[in-house]
Structures are given as C-alpha cells and as structure tokens.
Antibody
Framework: QLQLQESGPGLVKPSETVSLTCTVSSVSISSSSYYWGWIRQPPGKGLEYVGSIYYSGSTYYNPSLKIRVTISIDTSKNQFSLKLSSVTAADTAVYYC????????????WGQGTLVTVSS | QSALTQPRSVSGSPGQSVTISCTGTSSDVGGYNHVSWYQQYPGKAPKLMIYNVSKRPSGVPDRFSGSKSGNTASLTISGLQAEDEADYYCCSYAGTYPYVFGTGTKVTVL
C-alpha cells in the first residue's frame, strides 16, 4: 500500500520561497505507473491542482502558478519536492502530495496534508 | 482554466438519492473521459470515489455511481446514508492544463 508523508515549514514569510517534501513508502518513485503530484486547499475552500512530475523528470504545472512553481524528484531518497516562490497570503493552504495513477487518470492516494501559513 | 462548476450544496433524507453535477467545457469534461470524484470529510484528505467517469475503485460502495453527458459529469449517491455527509469534488483532465477541480459540493443528510 503506497504511503505518503509531507514535510515542510508550517510558517513562511511573504515573498519567501516555501519548500515541501513528500516521502513515498512501499512504491519506488521511479515507477512508471504514477505522476507524483501536489494539490492544495486554502482554509475553507476547494482543491487546486498545483503540478506533477513523472519519474523521467517531465513536469506539468498549473498555468496560474507555473512561473513560481518547481517540482523535482529525488530517486535516491524516494522523495519528490515542491518549491513555491514569492509567496503571499493567498498561498496559505493545506498542501497534499498525491500521486496520479496513470491507468486511472485519478489521484487515488493522498498524504495527510501539511498546512503552510504565509504571514509576517 | 476556470474551476469546474458544482452546486454549493445538496441534501437528502436517508435512503434517498442525490445527484451532484459538475459542469465544464469541451476542453475538459466534454473532451475526455477522465473525470474523477473525491469525498472529503472535515480535516481529512480527499478519497477517490469514481474514476474515468463511472468506474469505482475497490472498496467504494456501489451506491456511488458516475456518468457524463456533454460537458457535464454527475455523481449519484443512491440509498443515502449518514456517513455520506461530506464534501465532494469532481476533477477532470484538461489536456495541457492538465487537471482542474470542481468548486466542491457539500452533501447534507437530513
């Protein structure tokens, strides 16, 4: 059973860059079956796709965030990461790591989520 | 790319059926058979309920069903139970976008 655990700072200042990591267990991050993704949810609001990365390194980003987002993969640690730059209060959200299973075209595993608050 | 449109809330009595709509465009819902639905309880991560418009993952009760017509997808919960009270989100593949979520619907069991 694929398991995911997000980690990162709970509080960041406006204009800074937030870095989050998702550690994957029970499945190799080099698997061709998944696109390793990030989805966020502002408090009291809906889900928003942030982006995904394939084991090959191909990346797919939400166009509205593209200029500020970088997703990378570390096969040696079985982790993938999200960097979001120039954050504002609008980036305050619970960030979930959620692989997209290619054959389902759906997110069928989710981490527990990590709250990132942007505040000075 | 705008979020897919869902009703803010729907409600029903135990045993009844409720249907949640998810309206997009020909660039997302109408263009691909890659619509999925997620159930989310407060403070919890979403759970996949339906994928590829109408397929259920193992373990999801068969009272959850999905369909699509044109640019609108639907999730129907038959035989509504108290445990079905939650938020529901649709999601569609959208080509170069590549994924867009719906605005979310709160299901209330009366």
């Amino acid at each position: 059973q694929l398991q995911l655990q997000e980690s990162g700072p709970g509080l960041v200042k406006p204009s800074e860059t937030v870095s989050l990591t998702c550690t994957v267990s029970s499945v190799s991050i080099s698997s061709s079956s998944y696109y390793w993704g990030w989805i966020r949810q502002p408090p009291g609001k809906g889900l928003e796709y942030v982006g995904s990365i394939y084991y090959s390194g191909s990346t797919y980003y939400n166009p509205s965030l593209k200029i500020r987002v970088t997703i990378s993969i570390d096969t040696s640690k079985n982790q993938f990461s999200l960097k979001l730059s120039s954050v504002t209060a609008a980036d305050t959200a619970v960030y979930y790591c959620a692989p997209l299973t290619a054959s389902l075209a759906a997110f069928d595993y989710w981490g527990q989520g990590t709250l990132v608050t942007v505040s000075s | 790319q705008s979020a897919l449109t869902q009703p803010r809330s729907v409600s029903g009595s135990p045993g009844q059926s409720v249907t949640i709509s998810c309206t997009g465009t020909s660039s997302d819902v109408g263009g691909y058979n890659h619509v999925s639905w997620y159930q989310q309880y407060p403070g919890k991560a979403p759970k996949l309920m339906i994928y590829n418009v109408s397929k259920r993952p193992s373990g999801v009760p068969d009272r959850f069903s999905g369909s699509k017509s044109g640019n609108t997808a639907s999730l129907t919960i038959s035989g509504l139970q108290a445990e079905d009270e939650a938020d529901y989100y649709c999601c569609s593949y959208a080509g170069t976008y590549p994924y867009v979520f719906g605005t979310g619907t709160k299901v209330t069991v009366l």
